[in-house]
């Protein structure tokens, strides 16, 4: 049963324009939320996080928004560049020290 | 940020055989590391928790003596994967995580091993 779903497998951005990818969740007792980047053949790091009090965090041109009763998060990059092609993960975990559950990732491409 | 060295990246080898992995965080001591296996076009699926000088704890479902988790320092575990089948086969994935308390984005990862099981 997946937790974290990224319903998108891939996505296909213009450089410049917005990317929204999304994320949906099922487990009520999620209370923080990450974003990892993973480029091809090297491990995800870490991009993003919110916290299940906030509904918005943003770092630059990187926001991530929090839509707690439809259990949603969406990260949004914007303007989208080519370096930013890569596979995204969404991640959340409950409170306290439980392990961080993954969604399958987005791969995102960003066309010049 | 912080570095964690994962090896071999990629390795191919015959059923029944047994296959090591290493896991190296480079510049910080790593008291709790992390297993992670993907399927292809699934999710990254945590296999176990290793802490430095003791038992790993493993998921529910992870057959702990087919996956054999040693975490002898605070810089180093493997992950062995004995008598291997290819159903084996799957990308696998190690992660650190520096300091305490945690702090999910103090979590870093190595690069990964693609496993492949003829």
């Known amino acids: 049963d997946q937790q974290v779903k990224q319903n998108s497998p891939s996505l296909s951005v213009q450089e410049g324009r917005i990317s929204i990818l999304n994320c949906d969740y099922t487990?009520?007792?999620?209370?923080?939320f990450l974003w990892y980047k993973k480029y091809p053949a090297e491990g995800p790091t870490f991009l993003i996080s919110?916290?299940?009090?906030?509904d918005k965090n943003e770092d630059g041109r990187f926001t991530v928004f929090l839509n707690k009763s439809a259990k949603h998060l969406s990260l949004h990059i914007v303007p989208s560049q080519p370096g930013d092609s890569a596979v995204y993960f969404c991640?959340?975990?409950?409170?306290?020290?439980?392990?961080?559950?993954f969604g399958k990732g987005t791969r995102l491409s960003v066309i010049a | 940020g912080a570095v964690v060295s994962q090896h071999p990246s990629r390795v191919i080898c015959k059923s029944g055989t047994s296959v090591k992995i290493e896991c190296r965080s480079l510049?910080?001591?790593?008291?709790?590391m992390f297993w992670y296996r993907q399927f292809p076009k699934k999710s990254l699926m945590l296999m176990a928790t290793?802490?430095?000088?003791?038992?790993?704890?493993?998921e529910q479902g992870v057959e702990k003596d087919k996956f054999l988790i040693n975490h002898a320092s605070l810089t180093l575990s493997t992950l062995t994967v004995t008598s291997a089948h290819p159903e084996d086969s799957s990308f696998y994935i190690c992660?650190?995580?520096?300091?305490?308390?945690?702090?999910?984005?103090?979590?870093?990862f190595g690069s990964g091993t693609q496993l492949s099981v003829l």
């Open positions: 510049d910080f001591q790593a008291t709790t």
């Open positions: 919110i916290s299940s009090i906030k």
């Open positions: 991640a959340a975990r409950e409170s306290g020290n439980t392990p961080l559950v």
């Open positions: 992660s650190a995580r520096q300091g305490r308390p945690v702090s999910p984005e103090k979590l870093f």
């Open positions: 487990n009520s007792m999620f209370d923080y």
């Open positions: 290793s802490n430095e000088g003791s038992k790993a704890t493993y």
